[in-house]
Each structure stands twice: as structure tokens, then as C-alpha cells.
């Protein structure tokens, strides 16, 4: 595959004034699913958006979060070298065969100095900086696991498996989860290596440690491209919110 976009500069370059400059923060982005519901045969975070990977959208906008030490990308295996032609400022390895197995493989390549990791998806092209810092910065005050949420705006109903309905579930205490999810390194390597089940959630993870996890409030940018008219409504965001 061959690809001319690129995230190219460098993360420490960035117009940042030097106090602000934290760089404690890691972002694995596991990239190596296909997205069978966006369609076609490509990789889902290589699906373009305005002639654009979601992959350099996504690594773009978490390059300009002040706190970010370095982006690792667990790309599909047939598919690294062009990875690191896109993205060069990014660590690249081979993703798994799952996202659990893609976040492990990136997870590896963060060095023990680096005290908080997040997790992020490509499908998210357009989480903004500023919700990369409230992540990071709820790691920090102390939390060992942190969500962006937003309040479920739908009404909610129950059903039997004959589609027949059971109840209206009360929408006030449900949220909708998005990424980038943040962690204390420590306790996602913890998560990882007592992982039973398979998980597509690493904060349902550390759930199952017994840690609690925190909400900070979510961004309409950081909605999930998951079908073709996701691809639309993003191209409008994109359009509205550009860098």
C-alpha cells in the first residue's frame, strides 16, 4: 500500500510554551481491525476521511496535546512500513489479531518512565487535544483509570429475545464511553497480564481488577467512524473543526 499523507513533526516542536510541556503521557493506538461495518477491504484506521488515513486525523490531533511523550501504533502486520511512512514521529509494532492482543503489543513498547498510558482509538479521527489533557490530567490527580463519557441523550428499552419490550430503562445513570481512556501504566500492564476473557474495552479491564473507574466529561468530536454514514457526519465535523 502506498501512501503519500504523513504526520511528520516532531511532538517536542510544538508551539507550547516549555512549562506546559509535561510529556508523561503514552497513546497506544491499536489500528490492526478491518471494520468489517465500514465496509470494503481495507483496514478500518486506514479508511480515509477527506482524502485522509483516520489514522493520521486520530495521530495528528494527539500530537498536539501538550502532555503527549510519544504515540505507539499497533498496525496490522502487513501493513507496518507503510504505518511508519505515514506517521514517523509515532512508534510502530505489529498489531494482534485482536484489539486486546494490538493493545498488549503497544503497551510493550512504553518505557517504565512513562507513568500514564492512553488508549485511543483510530475510529475516534477527530478526539480533540483538549480531551486528551482532562484525561491525563485525571490520571495524574490520582486516579487509576479514566473515561470520557456523555449522558445517553436516547430513550433506552429493554427487549426479550423476541424483540418485545421488557422495560424502559432509566437513561439518567447511563453513559456513553468514548476514548482516549487513560491509566496509571502500572495498573493496564496489571489488567493485561491477568486478562481471562477477551475485552474491547481496557477500562472494563481494569473493572475486573476491582479498580474504579472515573468519567470526565466526553466531546461530540470524539465520535466513534464505525459505517459509511459516520464517514459523512465526520467529513461535516472535520469541515467545521479543522486543525
Known sequence: MTRT???????????????????????LVPAAGMGLRL???????????????????ACRRLAQAPSVAMIVIAAPPAEVEAVRAMVPAATVVPGGATRQLSVAAALAAVPETIEVVLVHDAAR????????????AAVRSGREAVVPAL??????KRVDTGECVLETVDRA?????????????????????????????????????????????????????????D?????????????
Open 151 to 156: 449522558p445517553v441523550v436516547d430513550t433506552i
Open 173 to 229: 445513570p447511563l453513559r456513553v464511553i468514548q476514548t482516549p481512556q487513560g491509566f496509571r501504566r502500572v495498573t493496564l500492564v496489571r489488567a493485561h497480564e491477568h486478562a481471562v476473557d477477551e475485552h474491547t474495552d481496557d477500562a472494563g479491564m481494569v473493572e475486573r481488577l476491582g479498580h474504579q473507574v472515573h468519567c470526565v466529561p466526553g466531546s461530540d468530536l470524539a465520535l466513534k467512524i464505525t459505517r459509511p454514514l
Open 231 to 243: 464517514l459523512l457526519i465526520a467529513e461535516s465535523l472535520l469541515a467545521a473543526h479543522p486543525l
Open 39 to 57: 465496509g470494503g477491504g481495507t483496514p478500518k484506521a486506514l479508511r480515509e476521511l477527506a482524502g485522509e488515513p483516520l489514522l493520521v486525523h
Open 125 to 136: 479521527a477527530l478526539a480533540p487535544a483538549e480531551l486528551v489533557e482532562a484525561v491525563a
Open 5 to 27: 499523507t504523513t504526520v511528520s513533526s516532531d511532538i517536542d516542536s510544538r508551539d507550547v510554551p516549555a512549562p506546559h510541556r509535561r510529556k508523561d503521557v503514552a497513546v
